[in-house]
């Protein structure tokens, strides 16, 4: 079983609809990051968590820590939001979720 | 994210060959992370590096993997006698610091390999 599971592994939506991620992980951490893949293979870091909630721009990412589970929400979501979305944990070293593929479909 | 860059993008290597991928950090970045994401599945932790130390090497295979940092030029992830297995994606990542803040951390666009 994997240190950090993600789902839904592939996603479609239509532009403008809400979307959401999960994740959930089973180790001790001292952070969660949500990472974001371009089909391009570029790799950007949208959010490190480490309790709460923070939002950035259509983004919102949640954690729980007591339930080890964490969100990713993406608001009117729109086509450039197509990528690969991965959540990462650190603690004694890092652990990668495999993936959701998201597709908007204007 | 282009402030780490990495080269080559893509490298073929035939099975027996060396590979040599190369990853400058972001300018002030002193601390540099390899990731390999290999088909169909997720990054997998590699090694941390600081200038001239390794730190943590616990995600690298115990052969023919080898990294560096040096004092002055790239950090370099070097494959020897390079196998069918090793055909994925190497990504390179860096930041300031150890930890927090995160926001220093930034990944490079990666290196394809493919070996035949």
């Known amino acids: 079983k994997n240190e950090v599971e993600q789902s839904p592994q592939n996603l479609t939506a239509q532009e403008g609809e809400f979307i959401t991620i999960n994740c959930s992980y089973s180790v001790g951490i001292s952070a969660l990051h949500w990472l974001q893949q371009h089909p391009g293979g570029g790799i950007v870091s949208l959010f490190m968590?480490?309790?709460g909630k923070k939002k950035h721009g259509r983004l919102i990412a949640t954690i729980n820590i007591q339930e080890k589970h964490s969100s990713l929400h993406i608001t009117a979501s729109h086509p450039r939001d197509s990528a690969v979305y991965i959540c990462?944990?650190?603690?004694?070293?890092?652990?990668f979720g495999t993936g959701t593929s998201l597709t908007v479909i204007p | 994210n282009a402030g780490v860059m990495q080269n080559p993008r893509h490298l073929v290597r035939r099975r027996g060959q060396e590979a040599r991928l190369r990853c400058s950090p972001m300018k002030g970045h002193s601390h540099v992370y390899w990731y390999r994401q290999l088909p169909e599945e997720g990054l997998k932790f590699m090694v941390y590096?600081?200038?001239?130390?390794?730190?943590?090497e616990s995600g690298m295979p115990k052969e023919r993997f080898s990294a560096e940092f040096p004092k002055e030029g790239p950090s370099i992830l070097r494959i020897q006698q390079v196998v069918r297995g090793d055909s994925a994606a190497y990504f390179c990542?860096?930041?300031?610091?150890?930890?927090?803040?995160?926001?220093?951390?930034?990944f490079g666009s990666g290196t394809r390999l493919t070996v035949v």
């Open positions: 968590l480490s309790s």
């Open positions: 990462a944990v650190t603690g004694n070293q890092f652990y």
């Open positions: 590096l600081q200038k001239e130390n390794i730190i943590d």
């Open positions: 990542a860096s930041s300031p610091h150890r930890t927090a803040p995160w926001w220093g951390y930034t």
